[in-house]
T-cell receptor, first 115, second 111 residues
Framework: EAGVAQSPRYKIIEKRQSVAFWCNPI?????LYWYQQILGQGPKLLIQ????????DSQLPKDRFSAERLKGVDSTLKIQPAKLEDSAVYLC?????????????FGQGTRLTVV | SQQGEEDPQALSIQEGENATMNCSYK?????LQWYRQNSGRGLVHLIL?????REKHSGRLRVTLDTSKKSSSLLITASRAADTASYFC???????????FGKGTRLSVIA
């Protein structure tokens, strides 16, 4: 089966600019996650979707970050405006369901550098 | 906040040796999962252990879970250079909660 697709793979922007990341989960997976992984640390959850509804966005910096999952399939994560500390790898993952005994499948991630 | 904490933070061993990584967590869980991340790549699921299970095997991997101590261990036997990666534990609490990751253990296997 096709895996989780993310684009772009790399992005370099200046601070205060805007950026958007795209994720296409595995077909049929109801749950979609966005994680932020700063170098040397573990992935930190930003937002979890169940179909097209938000389940958990408690750690999403809503003053600058936004995410949507239209039609319960693809998702986009936007940062506006970006700060230097947003430099990280942004990982998208999907799973068949949440709360159950299922694994998450990860994309290759988007490496963002803010200069 | 991060639920799991891996120990050690870094581990260096010779090829052929066994590698053991530990994970401690804070609250009751539905299941605990281990993931591997090679440099510059996404995470790959290794094994899932449910809260009512004590031990699981998958190839050269052995995972144990002690819910009374809120801890898990991942054993990689007969390690290979290709096992060099970061290893993360992740916990699923209950219901519709997200998968929460620890900070990881960086394993280096020297040929």
């Amino acid at each position: 089966e096709a895996g989780v697709a993310q684009s772009p793979r790399y992005k370099i922007i200046e601070k205060r600019q805007s950026v958007a990341f795209w994720c296409n989960p595995i077909s049929g997976h109801a749950t979609l996650y966005w994680y932020q992984q700063i170098l040397g640390q573990g992935p930190k959850l930003l937002i979890q979707f169940q179909n097209n509804g938000v389940v958990d966005d408690s750690q999403l910096p809503k003053d600058r970050f936004s995410a949507e999952r239209l039609k319960g399939v693809d998702s986009t994560l936007k940062i506006q405006p970006a700060k230097l500390e947003d430099s990280a790898v942004y990982l998208c993952a999907s799973s068949l369901m949440s709360g159950g005994n299922t694994e998450a499948f990860f994309g290759q991630g988007t490496r963002l550098t803010v200069v | 906040s991060q639920q799991g904490e891996e120990d050690p933070q870094a581990l260096s061993i010779q090829e052929g040796e066994n590698a053991t990584m530990n994970c401690s967590y804070k609250t009751s869980i539905n299941n605990l999962q281990w993931y591997r991340q090679n440099s510059g790549r996404g995470l790959v699921h290794l094994i899932l252990i449910r809260s009512n299970e004590r031990e699981k095997h998958s190839g050269r991997l052995r995972v144990t879970l002690d819910t009374s101590k809120k801890s898990s261990s991942l054993l990689i036997t007969a390690s290979r250079a290709a096992d060099t990666a970061s290893y993360f534990c992740a916990t699923h609490l209950s219901g519709n909660t997200p998968l929460v990751f620890g900070k990881g253990t960086r394993l280096s296997v020297i040929a």
